[in-house]
């Protein structure tokens, strides 16, 4: 073997003017595993290019690839009605169940008591029950009258409303 | 948890939130107008009325016996639009109050209505506006139709 030529062919080698057939030469020298100590430094490099040569994408490379850029096939669903408003449904049945606890809760509160009034920030005009009285028949009086001629006013031909009339004109 | 806190809270919210009569929700929006003047009698003076054993009438006691409270608002001024605000109070309360009785002819506008709870009649408004003058009667109470019935014919047995 003349080791000056491989000498020679890597001088050029690393000044880059080898062509690609010196260079398949060298790769070919360095693919044995007989050569002086003093080439074993750059035996790596060349065994490195002579594997990578062999090393390709595969020929699943393409799937791969394709698969991870393509959107993913979605299948249409067919949506019942109910599917579609099943979440207002929800919604109502909260709603319904919110309401009836309260309204439930509220009864049993209220159970003896059907006056929802805050009667404390009610402050007396009179002092005196007689004067209270007073103001409270002469309402009701006020308000019986008012019932009289609204009823008068809805039922104008009733015998009763002629009764009452001649009743309270005598 | 959050979820079941505003379930919590929405189910006892009525608790926090006690209901004003006409009279209270009309002065709201009046509180500070001077040219109406108001009458409170509170569920404490009714107690006292019906503790009264002289000068009073037994059958307008008995219906007072059904009464909590009462106000009265009476204004001789701007009637007409004291009667249009009382109005619209109403229709802004909806569901509130059931029209019970109304007139309406050329010497007086009036309304009776009433609050309905549980079945019972807790609050009897009549609001009018007649001569220039509107006046407001509100009660509040445990009535039912035959409460109703009895004040109706209550100026008749009066009368005669």
């Known amino acids: 073997m003349d080791y000056d030529y491989i000498d020679r062919l890597l001088e050029r080698y690393w000044k880059c003017e080898t062509s690609l057939k010196e260079e398949s030469e060298l790769r070919t020298f360095f693919s044995k595993s007989d050569m002086p100590k003093r080439f074993l430094p750059y035996k790596d490099l060349f065994v490195y290019q002579q594997i990578q040569k062999t090393v390709g994408l595969g020929s699943d490379f393409d799937v791969r690839v394709l698969s991870k850029i393509e959107p993913p096939v979605v299948k249409a669903k067919r949506l019942t009605m109910f599917v579609r408003i099943k979440p207002f449904l929800r919604a109502a049945a909260a709603v319904a169940l919110i309401v009836l606890c309260g309204n439930i809760t509220e009864r049993s509160y209220f159970a003896d008591d059907k006056l929802d009034y805050n009667y404390k920030d009610y402050k007396d005009t009179f002092h005196d029950p007689e004067v209270a009285y007073k103001k409270v028949s002469s309402a009701l009086m006020m308000l019986s009258e008012e019932i009289k001629k609204s009823k008068s006013q809805h039922f104008p031909d009733s015998l009763y409303q002629n009764d009452l009339d001649s009743v309270c004109t005598k | ?160």
């Open chain 2, 1 to 160: 948890m959050r979820h079941v806190l505003f379930i919590y809270f929405v189910t006892f919210s009525f608790l926090f939130v006690s209901a004003q009569d006409f009279v209270s929700r009309f002065m709201a929006s009046h509180h500070s107008d001077s040219k109406l003047t108001c009458i409170t009698i509170s569920p404490k003076m009714m107690n006292e009325i019906l503790e009264l054993n002289e000068n009073v009438d037994t059958t307008i006691l008995g219906m007072i016996s059904n009464l909590k409270s009462m106000q009265m608002l009476s204004s001789n001024v701007a009637a007409v639009r004291y009667y249009n605000d009382a109005l619209s109070l109403v229709n802004k309360s909806v569901g509130v109050y059931e029209p019970y009785f109304s007139i309406n002819n050329t010497y007086e506008n009036g309304q009776i209505m009433i609050r309905k709870r549980f079945g019972a009649i807790v609050e009897l408004i009549m609001f009018s506006c007649k001569s220039r003058r509107f006046f407001v009667i509100n009660f509040t109470g445990s009535m039912n139709i035959e409460f109703i019935n009895r004040l109706s014919v209550l100026l008749h047995q009066k009368c005669s």
